[in-house]
């Protein structure tokens, strides 16, 4: 798939209303109260999707940056942000491949929910330093990403045994020690559990959620 198919891929999903669903996800939830555990004052979203959990932390009052490849996931936040007045939102258009500019900010908790399972583990490596890099001492990385038995597993064409192309887009559940292996090159592995969701079609979500402390 080309960037530009993957691209309009994103687009047309996301050209649908509260394509995911709306209100804080599971993980949001668990965030939150990691917030306020640590005194969270600034966040960064890393593919934030149509936005429900960047809503929701801003509607709680935090401040928060949120990023996503798709410009109508980003259009569908904007309108929501003017909608509810949350000024403390700001949202923007970025491929998580590439660098994080931010000259003048450093986040004290970076969050991301599903948006890192369509890298291979080099790039996935690449990503990972590029948020460290944005990340203030001691500052925390909450994440998700699906696992062996997830309803996408062994759906579609196989790529090999770790990763499935279903409608062009490949997915990854890599193996836990191979993930472990790569987040210890930036971080301290804090936790990792997984979590499940059983979905209106009777399939399973299953994911990893690991926090991360920045070395």
Not at 54 to 72: E, K, M
Not at 136 to 160: A, H, M, R, W
Not at 201 to 215: G, Q, R, T
Request: a neutral charge; proline letters at 2%; hydrophobic letters at 35%.
């Amino acid at each position: 798939m080309s960037k530009n198919e993957y691209l309009n891929y994103w687009n047309t999903l996301y050209a649908k209303k509260n394509y995911f669903g709306e209100g804080p996800t599971k993980l949001a939830k668990l965030a939150e109260k990691l917030f306020q555990e640590k005194n969270t004052q600034k966040i960064l979203e890393v593919g934030c999707g149509q936005g429900r959990d960047a809503i929701y932390f801003s509607h709680l009052g935090y401040n928060v940056h949120a990023f996503d490849i798709s410009s109508n996931a980003i259009q569908s936040i904007n309108s929501v942000k003017e909608n509810m007045n949350l000024n403390k939102l700001n949202v923007f258009e970025h491929n998580v491949t590439e660098p994080l500019i931010f000259p003048n900010d450093h986040f004290d908790f970076v969050y991301s929910n599903l948006a890192l399972q369509f890298f291979e583990l080099e790039t996935l490596s690449k990503i990972l330093q590029n948020i460290s890099k944005v990340m203030q001492n001691n500052s925390s990385f909450l994440l998700s990403t699906k696992k062996e038995g997830d309803k996408y597993y062994k759906t579609g064409k196989k790529i090999n045994d770790n990763a499935y192309e279903n409608k062009g887009i490949i997915r990854y559940f890599h193996p836990i020690e191979d993930l472990k292996s790569i987040l210890s090159e930036q971080f301290d592995i804090v936790n990792i559990d997984s979590d499940r969701h059983e979905n209106l079609d009777s399939s399973v979500s299953v994911w990893w959620k690991i926090l991360l402390e920045k070395n």
